[in-house]
């Protein structure tokens, strides 16, 4: 067979090929899409979740986005996918669409720490990232709860923003709130134990435990390192001297105090641990 003849049939059958695909792609985009069509898949880490299947495709349908009789070529995924990145809720997104006439939705959601009732009487969530999150009307988070003389608004910055700048640092502090749950919601033992953070007036945090009727003076929760610290001699306290002592006799425990516990009595004895 001579070259030139191979080379016209490789065109054919290549022109061929494109329009086959051209075809079946315009014949795609005609055909109205059902509900099948779409794939949610939504991660959540623990057992707070805080968005589902049901309730995106809900605001999906109720913003337009999805709709009867609805085409392929009418799916706007940018628009989609930049609608759904705005929810507080949501870490990550991506939106695209796979062979044939299906489209996938694939959602990270994040995950809270602490539920915080700020001095305005507003209530918001902080996520494992620092990251604020609105409340849910359908889901609620079984975590720690913050109160007292908390100034930042729901619409707050997130602590990563606010530890990366020295003016906001002094004036805020969601910052501190976050180093004190994060560290709560990390540890199995604290987790069980704390159910409140309470922000005084003065700026000392308060831990309020589940079990007991004392009140745990914290202090300030600068850095990382100062939190630890504190924890680590609550624990202490908790393991060596409470088993001993019992739950009821100390109605104040302060871990202000440099490389000791302060421990206050029912009878306003102070004792030094």
């Not at 392929?72 to 990145?85: C, M, N, T, V």
């Not at 608004?153 to 530890?163: L, N």
């Not at 306290?237 to 029912?266: C, H, M, S």
Request: with cysteine; hydrophobic share 35%.
């Amino acid at each position: 067979m001579k070259r030139w003849l191979r080379i016209t049939l490789w065109v054919l059958f290549a022109a061929g090929v494109v329009t086959v695909l051209v075809f079946s792609q315009q014949t795609q985009e005609a055909r109205s899409m059902k509900k099948t069509d779409m794939d949610i898949l939504i991660h959540v880490t623990g057992e707070n979740a805080f968005l589902n299947e049901h309730e995106l495709y809900t605001r999906l349908k109720r913003r337009g986005y999805v709709f009867e009789g609805q085409m392929k070529k009418d799916l706007k995924i940018g628009a989609i996918e930049k609608f759904i990145s705005a929810m507080t809720e949501v870490k990550s997104v991506r939106v695209f669409t796979e062979i044939g006439s299906g489209w996938k939705v694939d959602v990270v959601v994040r995950k809270p720490i602490a539920r915080i009732f700020n001095r305005y009487g507003e209530t918001y969530y902080l996520d494992e990232d620092g990251v604020v999150m609105q409340t849910s009307p359908i889901h609620t988070a079984r975590v720690v709860v913050v109160s007292g003389y908390l100034k930042d608004r729901p619409s707050s910055i997130s602590v990563p923003d606010i530890i990366n700048n020295d003016s906001l640092k002094s004036i805020r502090k969601l910052d501190d709130v976050y180093r004190i749950s994060n560290y709560v919601c990390k540890d199995p033992y604290m987790q069980s134990l704390i159910g409140q953070i309470h922000l005084k007036k003065d700026g000392d945090f308060v831990l309020i435990p589940i079990v007991g009727g004392q009140e745990i003076i914290f202090g300030t929760a600068n850095t990382d390192k100062e939190v630890n610290e504190k924890f680590r001699k609550l624990k202490i306290f908790y393991k060596e001297a409470i088993p001993y002592e019992g739950w009821d006799k100390y109605t104040e425990i302060n871990l202000k105090y440099d490389r000791q516990i302060v421990g206050k009595t029912r009878d306003n004895n102070e004792e030094e641990n």
